[in-house]
């Protein structure tokens, strides 16, 4: 059972514009949600994460927006550049400090 | 400062034989998890210590995988008895606790395992 869902395994967007990855999750009790990239050979790097209180956290070029109605969270990147291009995981959690329920990740790919 | 490390970074063994795998954590943190990534699929929860607290095994997926976690920072995870579909990337995270917030997990490079 994918609790966590990235329905998309791969995205291509061009230079400058914007790119945005969306999750869906099915289980409610999920009280914090984060993003990771990660690049060929190396681990998962941390990106930006949300609570489940609030619905929009941003942080520089990178915005996270959640709607716990839809169980669907999204990340936006404005604008993309080249050096965006890698895998995204969006990941939820269900207390503080606990396991991460990944999703299957989505390949971006930002073109010059 | 130093991030987490683990090792080696690529395993190549035979079926049936025993395999270790080595993290070192973020100095200071309490938490530390262990999750895989097979080919094209996701990454998947296998194991989390939390400071003295029993671990938490729920996702490891048969008896032939354990993991301890020495002095509350070094942790090995050892897969007995290795089968093909074990082929991995295995990666290790660690976090803080120190209150408030959630606590993001930091991870390490990885142990690439390839059973023959």
């Known amino acids: 059972d994918q609790q966590v869902k990235q329905n998309s395994p791969s995205l291509s967007v061009q230079e400058g514009r914007i790119s945005i990855l969306n999750c869906d999750y099915t289980n409610s009790m999920f009280d914090y949600f984060l993003w990771y990239k990660k690049y060929p050979a190396e681990g998962p790097t941390f990106l930006i994460s949300i609570s489940s209180i609030k619905d929009k956290n941003e942080d520089g070029r990178f915005t996270v927006f959640l709607n716990k109605s839809a169980k669907h969270l999204s990340l936006h990147i404005v604008p993309s550049q080249p050096g965006d291009s890698a895998v995204y995981f969006c990941?939820?959690?269900?207390?503080?400090?606990?396991?991460?329920?990944f999703g299957q990740g989505t390949e971006l790919s930002v073109k010059p | 400062g130093a991030g987490v490390s683990q090792s080696p970074s690529n395993k190549v063994t035979e079926k049936g034989k025993d395999v270790e795998l080595r993290c070192d954590p973020i100095s200071g943190h309490t938490a530390l998890y262990w999750y895989r990534q097979s080919l094209g699929q996701g990454l998947e929860f296998l194991i989390y210590f939390q400071g003295n607290s029993a671990p938490d095994k729920s996702g490891l997926p048969s008896d032939r995988f354990s993991a301890e976690r020495t002095g509350g920072s070094v942790s090995t995870l050892t897969i007995q008895r290795t089968q093909q579909e074990d082929s991995a990337v295995y990666l290790c995270a660690s976090s803080s606790t120190l209150a408030g917030g959630v606590y993001e997990q930091y991870f390490g490079p990885g142990t690439r395992l390839t059973v023959t």
């Open positions: 990941a939820a959690i269900q207390n503080q400090g606990g396991k991460l329920i």
